[in-house]
């Protein structure tokens, strides 16, 4: 699975969101300017995920983007789900019916993109919050949630 610039940026961005003191609003700008997104770019994004229910907006000058949920609620495998992303391995792929290799690596195949979905669903903003902060503690600086 590679993960392109859409689900990279949108996982960045709830990731700041976790930061805000009781998840208030933050203005896109804002976040922009912290994760290195360009903000036009992330306020598509940010609509998206609030189609998706993952972000509310708050209008007037203290307004901006929350989180919809708390951290622990939102998956990984949501935020992606929001944006468009696929973890399919193989799109459009079917196996020779005559070779049984084919088979036996297509499910192979079939497998491990159920266990990595079974995993993106399963990881949530919360639990890469804490990893942040983890690194940040052994590092002794301030991270920019690389993803």
Do not use: C
């Amino acid at each position: 699975m590679k993960l392109t610039t859409r689900g990279h940026y949108s996982v960045k961005a709830l990731l700041d969101l976790t930061l805000q003191p009781n998840y208030q609003p933050t203005s896109v700008k804002a976040i922009a300017s912290r994760q290195e997104i360009p903000a036009p770019y992330l306020e598509k994004l940010l609509i998206e995920l609030r189609k998706a229910g993952l972000v509310k907006s708050v209008r007037g000058s203290q307004g901006g983007y929350q989180l919809a949920r708390k951290p622990s609620q939102i998956s990984l495998g949501q935020i992606l789900d929001a944006v468009g992303e696929t973890v399919s391995p193989l799109p459009r792929y079917y196996p020779d019916i005559g070779q049984a290799e084919d088979w036996v690596t297509f499910s192979l195949w079939k497998r491990l993109h159920q266990k990595l979905k079974e995993a993106l669903y399963n990881i949530t903003l919360a639990d890469l919050y804490y990893d942040a902060r983890s690194w940040e503690a052994a590092t002794g600086g301030e991270s920019s949630f690389i993803v």
